[in-house]
């Protein structure tokens, strides 16, 4: 066997004896949060949210095709998702070796419990309420950008609403029959301007659902969003990793 291919082996499987969350511990951590929310709060979230936005639509489509109308918020959140959802756990908040300020490691440092901020699955299981809190925190922030009115996203979604709506009206009979006059151009445009407003009034809340439906408090308290929580298992899976 040649020297420099043993050598390169050694280079590639030391880095993986280090006992820091890195590469699939990362990923697998980001992943299980992401995954979580997606087929938990979120999903539970956008029912209702389409919901209610079949119920201010003139057509009252129906809450399976409003959902259809929102498609574009749910594309560029899972287009943004992992990478947000990533930077904000690793490396924004745990990173780097776990010393204390005599340079020391703790016990339960790094790992299955270690009280200092630092990259390892002991240090995310030891501040887990904080590590809870930051995906939260993440998911509401990305969702309620997507969901407002300067977002791209939001406004694919109101030009659907507004398709939605106007395919369904009987504006173009009602133009040959009554001619482009004035107060049916006017009606059709201030229908137009309500759903957009109202549009924007479901959107807005959605910040609000999730936290509700995370059961609360979600502003950082240690005993916050308890059904955002999912702690034994995530801690139990955060030690799978060295
Ligand atoms: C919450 O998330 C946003 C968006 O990533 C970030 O800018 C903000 O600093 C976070 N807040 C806290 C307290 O972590």
Redesign the pocket.
């Known amino acids: 066997m040649h020297f420099s291919i043993l050598f390169s082996f050694l280079l590639l499987t030391v880095p993986v004896t280090v006992n820091a969350c890195e590469g699939e511990c990362i990923v697998g951590i980001t992943n299980a949060f992401l995954d979580r929310y997606e087929n938990g709060p979120l999903k539970t979230v956008w029912k209702n949210i389409a919901n209610q936005l079949s119920g201010v639509m003139p057509n009252n489509p129906g809450p399976f095709t409003a959902m259809t109308y929102l498609q574009p918020i749910f594309d560029t959140y899972r287009s943004r998702a992992y990478d947000?959802m990533e930077t904000?756990i690793f490396p924004s908040y745990f990173h780097g070796k776990c010393l204390d300020e005599n340079g020391q490691e703790p016990d339960g440092c790094p790992n299955p419990d270690c009280s200092i901020v630092c990259g390892t699955p002991g240090s995310l299981v030891h501040f887990y309420p904080h590590l809870r809190?930051?995906a939260f925190?993440?998911t509401?922030?990305?969702v309620k950008e997507l969901s407002s009115p300067g977002s791209d996203a939001y406004q694919q979604v109101e030009q659907n609403v507004l398709n939605a709506v106007q395919s369904n009206q009987p504006s173009a009979r009602m133009l040959r029959i009554y001619g482009r006059s004035m107060p049916i151009l006017l009606e059709l445009q201030k229908r137009a301007d309500d759903v957009r407003e109202q549009l924007k009034m479901v959107l807005e809340r959605v910040d609000f659902l999730l936290e509700t439906k995370c059961g609360g408090s979600g502003n950082?308290d240690t005993h916050g969003l308890p059904d955002c929580s999912w702690e034994d298992a995530m801690k139990q899976y955060i030690l799978t990793f060295p």
Do not use: P, S
């Open positions: 947000g904000a809190y930051i925190n993440q509401r922030h990305l950082g």
